[in-house]
């Protein structure tokens, strides 16, 4: 308290001086139409200004919400897409089982993505408690992003498909010849196809799609545009591919669930045992 005496014996003119300039300030604003207007106009507008940053900033706030949701819906969608398609076939085909739906979606978001390496890799926010394990394929709207390498209880690394050990079967989408995406490290939006027979015909501009032909991704995923074609004697030597997703900026995916995987490796790994 006798801080705050000291304070004001110190600064009493000064203290004084400030409160007569108010005084006076207010009684010209009172008595005077024009001023009091500006006055109020302008106090308006800085509360207006106030009040439009709080709403940009709650809007802000609100969004990451929203997005989760519009994300959680997007991810209910796909299944009750999947579960439609598996009900169509059950209709067209009797050997199928009723309501057997074979894909699920699960969301995540990314926390980390790699894309300036040669072997880069992502993270996502979903592990082994939500139901995560290796070798489920990851997306998102636009297209394929990776695949999972490695799990813990609440994250998980994706094995990007900009990454020299990365090698995803793919197709042509108007025809039914195969050949394995792969990327030379140049380019984050350019990858390569390979595999590719040479009596496949192909034209810049062809959509390239996953192939189907392994348990991480269903048929018809988009990939890319062909871009780029080099070919000697009748062989492709090259076939540049442009992503339709941008690499670097990935944002939410959906990991694919193929709940026949392991009936499939199963029996696979049995044909080869067979087969030595």
Not at 40 to 53: D, E, M, R, Y
Not at 190 to 207: E, K, M, N
Not at 218 to 230: A, D, F, S, T
């Amino acid at each position: 308290m006798q801080h705050f005496f000291n304070f004001i014996v110190k600064y009493q003119y000064f203290l004084l001086f400030l409160l007569l300039e108010t005084f006076a300030f207010s009684l010209t604003i009172y008595n005077n139409s024009y001023h009091k207007s500006v006055f109020i106009n302008s106090t308006n507008q800085i509360a207006g200004g106030v009040l439009k940053h709080l709403n940009n900033f709650e809007s802000y706030i609100d969004l990451k919400l929203n997005n989760q949701l519009l994300l959680k819906e997007n991810t209910e969608l796909k299944n009750k897409l999947e579960f439609l398609k598996t009900q169509k076939a059950t209709v067209l085909d009797s050997s199928y089982l009723p309501f057997d739906q074979k894909y699920k979606y699960l969301s995540a978001t990314v926390i980390r993505n790699e894309f300036t390496k040669l072997n880069n890799y992502l993270t996502i926010d979903k592990g082994t408690l939500d139901s995560v394990k290796i070798d489920l394929g990851v997306i998102n709207e636009k297209g394929i992003i990776g695949v999972v390498n490695n799990t813990s209880k609440k994250y998980a690394t994706v094995i990007s498909i900009l990454n020299q050990k990365s090698k995803i079967n793919v197709k042509l989408k108007k025809t039914d010849y195969f050949g394995s995406l792969v990327w030379d490290g140049q380019h984050y939006n350019i990858l390569q196809l390979i595999d590719l027979p040479r009596q496949a015909l192909i034209h810049v501009g062809d959509t390239v799609v996953t192939g189907g032909q392994s348990t991480i991704f269903p048929l018809g995923i988009p990939v890319g545009r062909i871009q780029y074609i080099k070919t000697n004697n009748n062989y492709y030597t090259k076939i540049d591919i442009k992503l339709f997703n941008d690499m670097s900026a990935i944002g939410h995916v959906y990991l694919i669930i193929n709940k026949d995987s392991n009936e499939i490796k199963t029996l696979e790994n049995t044909d080869n045992i067979e087969h030595h």
